[in-house]
């Protein structure tokens, strides 16, 4: 059985990554930055081989499957399955208002996510179910070819506990990834090797959008983690 590459990625920076709001099925515009790393991003990609686009019906992801699918024969799948978490009464709330607002909540998402359920939402579980169908149903509907799949943040974290063999109970270990980070992976004889996670690194720091906010350092600090040089990732250029 011939190989399977999938590219899993996430969408350019919108106006919710900027302004940190809660954007979860919000359908957010891409930023001025966001726009600039769509085109980082696909002149990443113009040599790799894509027989395949699927994007979130968001206008987040569609754009930037379209800067990638820019030049080539391929009309953008749509699948209304690579949604981001609903994120209930979350939606368009400013982050530093959750803690006070759902502080419950908002510890469990913090602290145990595989456990959170969002506020007339959905559940991580139930996020992880869907983006674990929609992908099976994916990847053995284009067995052999090489697949693009942009969706959102969180889905891709919580997909990739299944993508690594991990028990959902360990989503807190999968680090969060920068807009248009790039996920490459492996499907062969029936199991997953995810090649490349979370490279970013033709963003560079000037456009990163996490690499500036706060958040982000403190997550890595919870983690033991105290430094990442994100232009410094694993590329995988034997893949492009």
Known sequence: MSKTVVYLIRHAEAEGNFIRRFH?????????????QAQKLAERLKNVHFDVIYSSPLKRAFYTASK???????????????????????????WDELPLLYPTEYEMWEKMPHKH??????SMYELFLRAKSAF????????????????????????????????????????????TAINIIEYKEGKYHL??????????KELS????QDWWQQFLKERGI????????????SYE
Not at 117 to 122: F, V
Not at 163 to 170: A, H, L, N, T, V
Not at 195 to 204: A, P, Q
Request: with cysteine; charged share 30%.
């Open 24 to 36: 979860g099925i919000t359908d957010s515009d891409v930023t001025e930055k966001g726009k600039l």
């Open 68 to 94: 990638i699918a820019e030049g080539r024969d391929i009309n953008i799948i749509v699948r209304e399955d690579l949604i981001e978490i609903n994120g209930g009464e979350w939606e368009d709330r400013c």
């Open 117 to 122: 359920c969002m506020p007339n939402g959905e």
């Open 136 to 179: 099976e149903d994916i990847v053995k509907s284009n067995v052999g070819k090489r697949i693009c799949i942009v969706t959102h943040g969180t889905l891709i974290r919580a997909l990739l506990t299944y993508i690594k063999g991990y028990e959902f109970e360990r989503l807190n270990e999968i680090l969060w990834q920068d807009n």
């Open 195 to 204: 090649v490349v996670e979370g490279d970013w690194s033709h963003l560079g």
């Open 209 to 212: 959008t996490i690499a500036y």
């Open 226 to 237: 105290e430094k990442q040089d994100i232009t410094i990732i694993e590329r995988g250029e």
